[in-house]
């Protein structure tokens, strides 16, 4: 049975950060491509930023904000985000993809005054 938990969600206030973790079981971690997604009230779900190996991806938005790393013997992959905005409020989902994707169930983040 796959399980993506995330954490580390919250209210932050604009320009603070914030440091998600999604810890994976039931899967051999070092061989998926890791993501985080996130979704605001009435928007789709967008790609933040995807790890595979040592490469990541980054959408525009938060490209010089927000880092993606992971740590293989822990099963486990990290958004630094830094410089919040209020923009950046959303729930955001860790996703494993390989020949399958799973997700995790998501953590708010909130950017506000």
């Known amino acids: 049975q796959v399980q993506l938990v995330e954490s580390g969600g919250g209210l932050v206030h604009p320009g603070g950060s914030l440091r998600l973790s999604c810890t994976a079981s039931g899967i051999i971690f070092s061989a998926y491509t890791m993501g985080w997604y996130r979704q605001a009230p009435g928007k789709q779900r967008e790609l933040v930023a995807t790890i595979t190996g040592g490469n990541s991806n980054y959408a525009d938005s938060v490209k010089g904000r927000f880092t993606i790393s992971r740590t293989n013997t822990r099963n486990t992959v990290y958004l630094q985000m830094n410089d919040l905005k209020p923009e950046d409020t959303a729930v955001y989902y860790c996703?494993?993809?390989?020949?399958?994707?799973?997700w995790g169930q998501g953590t708010q983040v909130t950017v506000a005054s």
């Open positions: 996703k494993a993809s390989r020949y399958s994707a799973y």
